[in-house]
């Protein structure tokens, strides 16, 4: 199976900075990358799709870049509400693993 | 507007059974794909299993196979994850999600229900 790794863990930044979150999948999976945010109580939210393109809705801050086995969701400007953990999953074939997860915290 | 409302969870003795209930509204229900997928207590998403439209193909985990089934009632829009042998590591928050978008990834998910398997 395909490992998916997300680094780092976790991180703390401040108000306004530039986060960028990495994910390595162990064979190529195209562009067949997402990305979603899990806030505490609340069900995950897709952000990304198609390794960059950006789900109806989501702020235009977030971004994500990347294709076969290298990827990176970019927050350009950290707001308090972006306080969440965030994950990538492989979605080309089953199983459609996440990732370890990045937990975002503000400094 | 599209809504998953999970429910069905509860405490559970190891080796017992529970089945999970996923209400789905919003969208045509039988004709996309559903998915499990759960987060154990300070761990990671886990993809669970997955269903197509038609329930004529269906995917589960190593880590459940042979022990959950995922199953769907489109009459009723209701998808389904029965849950047997349960383990004290099934212990975890249940999201159920739905695929609109066309392709397998998840683009809208309930709150989650919690199992919590325990003596």
């Known amino acids: 199976d395909i490992q998916m790794t997300q680094s780092p863990a976790s991180l703390s930044a401040s108000v306004g900075d530039r986060v960028t979150i990495t994910c390595r999948a162990s064979q190529d999976i195209r562009n067949y990358l997402a990305w979603y945010q899990l806030r505490p109580g609340k069900g995950p939210k897709l952000l990304i799709y198609a390794a960059s393109t950006l789900q109806s809705g989501v702020p235009s801050r977030f971004s994500g870049s990347g294709s076969g086995t290298d990827f990176s969701l970019t927050i350009s400007s950290l707001r308090p509400e972006d306080v969440a953990t965030y994950f990538c999953q492989k979605y080309d074939s089953v199983p459609r693993t996440f990732g370890q997860g990045t937990k975002v915290e503000i400094k | 507007e599209v809504q998953l409302v999970e429910s069905g969870g509860d405490l559970v003795q190891p080796g017992g059974s529970l089945r999970l209930s996923c209400a789905a509204s919003?969208?045509?229900?039988?004709?996309?794909?559903m998915h499990w997928v759960r987060q154990a207590p300070g761990k990671g998403l886990e993809y669970v299993s997955a269903?197509?439209?038609?329930?004529?193909?269906?995917f589960h985990s190593n880590f459940v196979k042979g022990r959950f089934t995922i199953s769907r009632d489109n009459s009723k829009n209701t998808l389904y994850l029965q849950m047997g042998s349960l383990r004290a590591e099934d212990t975890a928050v249940y999201y159920c999600?739905?695929?609109?978008?066309?392709?397998?990834?998840?683009?809208?998910w309930g709150q989650g229900t919690l199992v919590t398997v325990s003596s």
């Open positions: 999600a739905t695929s609109l978008g066309g392709d397998w990834y998840m683009d809208y």
């Open positions: 919003g969208f045509t229900f039988s004709i996309h794909a």
């Open positions: 269903i197509t439209g038609n329930g004529g193909r269906t």
